[in-house]
T-cell receptor, first 120, second 114 residues
Framework: GAVVSQHPSWVICKSGTSVKIECRSL??????MFWYRQFPKQSLMLMATSNEGSKATYEQGVEKDKFLINHASLTLSTLTVTSAHPEDSSFYICSAPPWGTSGRSPYEQYFGPGTRLTVT | GQQLNQSPQSMFIQEGEDVSMNCTSS?????WLWYKQDPGEGPVLLIALYKAGELTSNGRLTAQFGITRKDSFLNISASIPSDVGIYFC??????????????FGKGTLLTVNP
């Protein structure tokens, strides 16, 4: 239990275009999901908390108009990188607490496999 | 924001050796989690700790929640080549029951020589 998927696993786009990344909880409902960004050989940096039915909460320094988050259902959150530039190239990872999953604490987070974004 | 000090940054060991890494924080944490990340993949949860002093094992891995609630360590016994990867500690601060955000350490890169 507590499986999270992401799509696509990698994407290459041209500068100025927008890219949408999906995060799905496959066997549990996720009222909250988290979006992280990770640069090579660095730790995970929390970008925002995605909340089903309400606006996302962004961390300080993260542009909400550039990184649009939509928590469309209890199993799906999307991150759209708008007007992408080369400096947006990174590894984007989502996670979710396993609400309602037997034997698992809501304070744990289960991660998706990540999406590698390259902006040319 | 809150930073976790994770050490060592990297380790090069021989297969069969034991490994120890730790994390410390300046504030009290209610939850400590240890993750392993392989290249190009998302982190995988190894061990979760919820009580001060708690010692939990998962196969060859053992982790402890420090008594002061400001530190945690992870031990790997009898390392094997597939233990290679980056290990991250993560903690949840003592800021209320509705806080689910985690703070991550900078990671420990483990290399195991066969």
């Amino acid at each position: 239990g507590a499986v999270v998927s992401q799509h696509p696993s990698w994407v290459i786009c041209k500068s100025g275009t927008s890219v949408k990344i999906e995060c799905r909880s496959l066997d549990f409902q996720a009222t909250t999901m988290f979006w992280y960004r990770q640069f090579p050989k660095q730790s995970l940096m929390l970008m925002a908390t995605s909340n089903e039915g309400s606006k996302a909460t962004y961390e300080q320094g993260v542009e909400k108009d550039k990184f649009l988050i939509n928590h469309a259902s209890l199993t799906l959150s999307t991150l759209t990188v708008t007007s992408a530039h080369p400096e947006d190239s990174s590894f984007y990872i989502c996670s979710a607490p396993p609400w309602g999953t037997s034997g698992r604490s809501p304070y744990e987070q289960y991660f998706g496999p990540g999406t590698r974004l390259t902006v040319t | 924001g809150q930073q976790l000090n994770q050490s060592p940054q990297s380790m090069f060991i021989q297969e069969g050796e034991d490994v120890s890494m730790n994390c410390t924080s300046s504030s009290i944490f209610n939850t400590w989690l240890w993750y392993k990340q392989d290249p190009g993949e998302g982190p995988v949860l190894l061990i979760a700790l919820y009580k001060a002093g708690e010692l939990t094992s998962n196969g060859r891995l053992t982790a402890q929640f420090g008594i002061t609630r400001k530190d945690s360590f992870l031990n790997i016994s009898a390392s094997i080549p597939s233990d290679v990867g980056i290990y991250f500690c993560a903690g949840r601060e003592n800021s209320g029951g509705s806080n689910y955000k985690l703070t991550f350490g900078k990671g420990t890169l483990l290399t195991v020589n066969p």
